[in-house]
């Protein structure tokens, strides 16, 4: 058995110095999206799809900016837009443009998905805020993101458009709360955006795609007025959900805790974090930070118990680390996802399952 093996690790060596492909990771499709490029998922995702597409070169340019003509073409794309006998769209600044151009843009303003206007400026960089009710309008994305955008007037289609992208984890506002809609989308932010939008499994850590237990996500605020710029780790590592299992361990901590009232339980979380970065003092975490959150909207905040040791909460400095249990009192048939955050910044899921 042992020559066996020794001659499988003979022929592997072999075949990786021979045949390299066969035994290495598939190379990325695109020159200039090298394997560790923040966006090579999203991408070859969209490119596999033919929703997006490189350049003749072999490149995909990711990092020059799209345009509203091919942001057109690519929506038509992906929702599979007949794009035959539109009605004429009106701008006056596309009847040069060729006929795939031409039609998309008559195909996506027909749907609502572009307004109407006089000019399109087709060869423009599509803006975050266009893309964002682009996007809206397209899919038809719902949703309220719960934090600030200080950016974006309340008022307009576009703070509409950004509160469902946030709330679906298809963007995340940036650390200051805002959201920067005049700025240009670049070819791979617009590839992340879009993978987002349409598959899930891409989403930022949302409450529509919340982390497993296990899965180590990061947070950060750039402009904490406390403690400056903060970047840390949180990751479940355990959970109770077992009502009365979850009590037992509760009571023996502490005699004097309340059980549960009729009707209701409650469930464990076991939470760790790690403080990356803490630019200035200390960062001060506890179980307050959480709140449990039903599918259908109800929130759990933590409960009012003494936790089973240790418990969640501490000073950290940077390189410092915390691990401990979260304690919430819930409906007796619900299973929440857990919320660290809620509304700020870095708004982070998990789910309980």
């Known amino acids: ?199 899930k499994s891409f989403a930022v850590n949302a409450r529509l795609n919340p982390a497993p237990l296990g899965k180590t996500v990061i947070g950060q605020k750039s402009k904490d007025y406390i403690n400056g710029q903060l970047k840390y780790e949180l990751q479940l590592i355990d959970v109770i959900l077992d009502g009365d299992q979850a009590w037992q361990m509760i009571q023996a901590e502490n005699m004097f805790n309340e059980p549960a009232p009729a009707g209701m339980k409650y469930i464990l979380a076991k939470f760790k974090i790690k403080a990356l970065q803490v630019q200035q003092g200390s960062f001060y975490v506890s179980n307050i930070d959480f709140e449990a959150v039903s599918k259908s909207g109800t929130i759990y905040k933590y409960a009012p118990v003494v936790t089973p040791s240790p418990e969640f909460g501490a000073e950290l400095y940077t390189g410092g680390e915390n691990e401990g249990w979260v304690a919430f009192l819930i409906n007796e048939n619900d299973q929440p996802t857990i919320v660290w955050h809620r509304g700020e910044p870095d708004e982070l899921w998990f789910t309980l399952d």
């Open 1 to 199: 058995m042992r020559k066996f093996y020794s001659f499988v690790l003979v022929f592997s060596l072999l075949v990786s110095i021979v045949f390299p492909g066969v035994v290495t990771e598939a190379k990325s499709k695109f020159k200039d999206v090298p394997e560790d490029f923040w966006a090579k998922a999203e991408i070859e995702f969209l490119s596999s799809k033919g929703i997006i597409k490189g350049y003749n070169d072999g490149t995909f340019k990711p990092n020059e900016p799209v345009k509203r003509v091919q942001a057109a073409i690519m929506i038509t794309r992906a929702l599979g837009l007949n794009t035959s006998n539109r009605p004429n769209p009106g701008f006056k600044d596309i009847k040069n443009l060729d006929k795939e151009a031409y039609n998309a843009i008559a195909a996506v303003v027909d749907e609502g998905i572009f307004p109407k206007g006089t000019y399109f400026n087709p060869h423009k960089p599509l803006t975050r805020g266009d893309m964002a009710i682009a996007l809206l309008e397209a899919y038809d994305l719902k949703g309220e993101y719960t934090g600030y955008v200080w950016d974006v007037d309340k008022n307009t289609k576009t703070f509409r458009a950004v509160n469902a992208l946030a709330a679906n984890g298809i963007t995340k506002i940036y650390e200051d709360g805002t959201f920067k809609p005049n700025n240009s989308v670049t070819r791979a932010q617009f590839s992340v955006f879009f993978a987002r939008t349409i598959d």
